[in-house]
Each structure stands twice: as structure tokens, then as C-alpha cells.
């Protein structure tokens, strides 16, 4: 007989413990740590510390060998197949996490309907909303007649009863993982039992009959309903949808890819009539070049493999307070700090008294350390009233002695801006010198350069130091 136990499971990272606490001891978040009942199986009869069974041994192969590319399945989004590496693997397990309300129920129904026009076996399993919504939503896209087959089931078993029977599907989509319930399972659907048991069963489904299944993690705030990442490490690909609800771009990005390279982004745009591929975001972050301002600074960024154009805009103006706002959207405040304090000691320029707000449009998230050059360019932009010339691109990174980096991928980054129409480029020193840009470009080896570039584009307006 199976009896149940007790353990505290953070809903947050998957944490386990045997008592409860305020605060999660591995991922320090409060209020996230549940009781969830567990069945512990009894040892096999009379063990005691129960022997292993004898195992069959396993062949040893060589490491040099066939091994053929896995076959795709092309979604015919092109920045959806970008973003998996090239298309859906079959027998793969994809989860799509992101904020609720995000789109991830609106991308994937366009990607089902895609598929299944080509003739792919498609279903889509919503534990969330009810048919007649799903229909609903079909109608607004526009694909009320797409070869979609559509089941409204939470239970795992009876999913894979439905999965398993007629023709295999080549694609499921299960949205989402948090609404799944098994039944051997006795803590709450949206636990990280549940959540854990839901997913493995699907997974194991995908691996034993060839499906690509797709789980829908909704990224969750508080605590009592666990988050896509405690399933992370079971399936093959993982990626997010991200966006600012308050802008319509929305990017899926790879963190996780076994078939393909992580840090590949997908940018979409939401529209009324549903997700629209932007396959040339360059001009959607980079604003409108005639409404050039101080403050402004194009920076060339590379998102996985491609070439990226992002506007940053900087706002420096004379605080009122003791210690002045610093505030960064969209990129790290940490990295803000630094650039501000390597302008103050090693050219001169003082923005102690200042507040500084930096923003990056479009809602982007950058990472680089590339960026700081244009951050750096912004800001002093914005100090001095300077306006950055129309068509110059910025990029290179800024140590602490001041120096001005190379990054890399140069070249990648000045043929985009050549491709958008920039004519200029401010960036460190090529570390190839016989390499021959295709822009103009002026070479900076510090950021003392920079302030003194800046200075000479003034027109005498403000004195930067
Ligand atoms: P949804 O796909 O339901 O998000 P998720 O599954 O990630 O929770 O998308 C919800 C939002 O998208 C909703 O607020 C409305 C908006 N939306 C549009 O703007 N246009 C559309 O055509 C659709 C279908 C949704
Ligand atoms: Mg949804």
C-alpha cells in the first residue's frame, strides 16, 4: 500500500524542504513554498535498503560518427522557424513561457493553422479557455477554417488517450502546462508536482511517437502557482515570449535550444488581426530618423545572429533632489552607473547633480556591453544639447580605465546600418587593421574621444565639461 507524505515545494524554482518557511532558501522569494502531498511507493516486498536489479549493459560507441540532421517541421512563420533553429523537430518538446496575456495562445493557434494548411495532423489541447473562445479568437485572425483540431481537456491521461488515438499528430500544442491535472497526482493542478508529472508524461509521449508537442508555461508573479522554469531542464527547446504589454512588439527568444542556437530572437508585431512577423525590426527600434533630438543615439546591437538597430534615448537634466533619479528601462541600471561614473573620472564630466533617465525604444531588452559606447553618446548628447548627426551608428564597449573595446561582429553590425541608410560610424578601433569598413567611420580609443567628438558637434549651446 502507498502511503502520502508531506513536503514543501517552492512554486518558484521547485525547491523541495521538509518544513515550511516565509522565504525560499535556494531562490530567496517569499511566500512561495506550499505543502503539496506526495505517494511514496513501498520498497519492493522484504527489501530492506532494496538491492538494484541487475541491468543489461549499455553498447559504447565511438564519438566520430553518422549522425543525420534532425527532419523539421517549417511553420511557415519564418520567425518562428528562425527562432527553433530552423523548424520544429519531431519528437521534440518546445515549452513557450511568458507573462500572461503576452500572445502565446495567438501565436501558436497561427502556428497550428499554418501547419495544418500544409497538411500536418494538428491539435490544439486548451485547459484555459473554452472552445467556443478558441473559436472566437480563430474568427478575429482570420482562420476560422483552418485544419486546427481543437479539444478542451486538462486531465493527462485522457489527453494522451486522445493524442494516441486515430492518425499521429505531427504537432500539439498543450495550453497551458499550469491547468494540467493528473490523476495519480494528489496536490492541486498548477503545483510543481502537477506541473512536473503533466509535463514528463508529454514529453515521454513526444519522445515515444515521433509529435513535436508544444507546453504553454504562463511566467507567474506570486507564489502559488508554479512557473514554466521547474520544467525547464524536461524538454528540448525552451522559449519566451517577451514584450511590453504597453508596446504591440513582441519578441520570442531562445533560451534553451538542443536543436539549434539559444539567443536567436523572433520579433512579432500584435495587431488586430493577430501576430505579424517583422522581418526587418532594425526599423521598428530605431524610431523615426527625421525626429532626431538630443539625447538620441543608434546603437547596432546582434541578437543571436542577426543584426539588430535600436534607438537609445537619454534624458540629463538638472536634479532637484539630493541624490539624483538614475533610471534605466531596458537596459541594466547596474551597467548605467558605471558608464556615468567612468565619464565623471576619466573625462571630466560631471552629472552628479543631475538626473539621468535612459530608455531603450521599442521595449527591447538589451544585454550587450556593445551598447555602451551609444549609451555613453546619448548621454552626452542629451547633456550638452548636441544633436548626434542622422545616420551615424554607435557601438563599442567602455572599460573602467576608459579605454574604448572593440566588440564583436563588427562587420555584421556596419552592414546592417549600411543596409538602413546610416552613412557614419562612431566605434573603437578595428583589432583587424587591414579590415575596410563600408561606412565612414571615426575611431575612438577613449572616452575622453568621445566627449571631445560630442563637443565638436555642438553648436555651442551647452558646455559638456
Ligand atoms: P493571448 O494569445 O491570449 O495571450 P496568452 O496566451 O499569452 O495569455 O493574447 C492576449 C492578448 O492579445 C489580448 O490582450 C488581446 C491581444 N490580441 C490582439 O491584440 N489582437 C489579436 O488579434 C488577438 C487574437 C489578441
Ligand atoms: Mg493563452
Redesign the pocket.
Known amino acids: 500500500m502507498s502511503k502520502s507524505q508531506s513536503n514543501f515545494v517552492c512554486q518558484s524554482c521547485g525547491d523541495v524542504s521538509h518544513k515550511w518557511a516565509g522565504q525560499c532558501g535556494s531562490c530567496n522569494q517569499w511566500n512561495t513554498i506550499i505543502e503539496e502531498r506526495v505517494s511514496v511507493a513501498p520498497p519492493a516486498s522484504g527489501a530492506k535498503g532494496a538491492a538494484l536489479p541487475r541491468g543489461r549493459s549499455a553498447r559504447l560507441v565511438d564519438l566520430k560518427g553518422e549522425s543525420p540532421a534532425p527532419p523539421r517541421i517549417l511553420s511557415g512563420i519564418g520567425e518562428l522557424d528562425r527562432v527553433t533553429g530552423g523548424g520544429l523537430v519531431p519528437g521534440s518538446a518546445v515549452l513557450i513561457g511568458?507573462?500572461?496575456?503576452?500572445?502565446?495562445?495567438?501565436?501558436?493557434?497561427q502556428a497550428l493553422a499554418a501547419l495544418g494548411a500544409v497538411g500536418e495532423r494538428v491539435i490544439y489541447v486548451t485547459g484555459?479557455?473554452s472552445i467556443a473562445q478558441i473559436r472566437l479568437?480563430a474568427a478575429?485572425?482570420g482562420l476560422a477554417n483552418a485544419p486546427v483540431l481543437l479539444a478542451a481537456e486538462t486531465n493527462v491521461s485522457d489527453i494522451l488517450a486522445t493524442l494516441n488515438e486515430g492518425d499521429m499528430p505531427s504537432v500539439v500544442v498543450i495550453?497551458?502546462v499550469q491547468t494540467l491535472w493528473s490523476p495519480v497526482i494528489e496536490s492541486a493542478p498548477g503545483t510543481v508536482s502537477q506541473l512536473k508529472a503533466g509535463a514528463e508524461a508529454l514529453v515521454r509521449f513526444a519522445k515515444s511517437k515521433g509529435a513535436c508537442v508544444l507546453l504553454?508555461g504562463?511566467v507567474t508573479k506570486d507564489g502559488q502557482i508554479a512557473g514554466p522554469k521547474v520544467i525547464e531542464h524536461l524538454v528540448d527547446t525552451v522559449l519566451y515570449?517577451e514584450g511590453d504589454?504597453g508596446h504591440?512588439f513582441r519578441i520570442l527568444r531562445a533560451v534553451k535550444n538542443r536543436f539549434g542556437p539559444t539567443d536567436e530572437i523572433g520579433v512579432f508585431e500584435?495587431?488586430?488581426?493577430?501576430?505579424r512577423e517583422v522581418t526587418n525590426p532594425s526599423r521598428l527600434f530605431m524610431g523615426e530618423g527625421e525626429r532626431q533630438a538630443p539625447g538620441t543615439a543608434v546603437f547596432a546591437g546582434v541578437e543571436g545572429t542577426r543584426p539588430l538597430l535600436v534607438e537609445i534615448q537619454a534624458l540629463v537634466s538638472p536634479s532637484a533632489l539630493g541624490t539624483p533619479r538614475r533610471t534605466a528601462v531596458g537596459w541594466d541600471g547596474t551597467r548605467l552607473a558605471m558608464i556615468l561614473a567612468v565619464l565623471e573620472a576619466r573625462a571630466g564630466v560631471l552629472l552628479a547633480n543631475h538626473d539621468v533617465y535612459l530608455n531603450v525604444a521599442g521595449g527591447l531588452r538589451l544585454k550587450e556591453t556593445a551598447a555602451d559606447l551609444a549609451v555613453a553618446a546619448a548621454l552626452l548628447s542629451s547633456l550638452s544639447d548636441t544633436i548626434i548627426p542622422h545616420g551615424t551608428v554607435v557601438f563599442g564597449e567602455i572599460a573602467l580605465s576608459g579605454a574604448v573595446r572593440p566588440v564583436g561582429q563588427t562587420e555584421a553590425r556596419l552592414k546592417e546600418a549600411q543596409k538602413l541608410g546610416l552613412t557614419h560610424a562612431v566605434v573603437a578601433g578595428f583589432a583587424d587593421k587591414a579590415f575596410k569598413p563600408s561606412l565612414e567611420t571615426r575611431q575612438l580609443e577613449t572616452v575622453a574621444d568621445l566627449v571631445a567628438w560630442v563637443a565638436s558637434r555642438n553648436k555651442g549651446l551647452r558646455r559638456i565639461a
Open positions: 511568458g507573462d500572461p496575456g503576452i500572445g502565446k495562445s495567438t501565436l501558436l493557434l484555459e479557455e479568437r478575429r485572425l495550453d497551458s504553454v504562463h515570449f504589454r504591440q500584435m495587431s488586430d488581426g493577430g501576430l
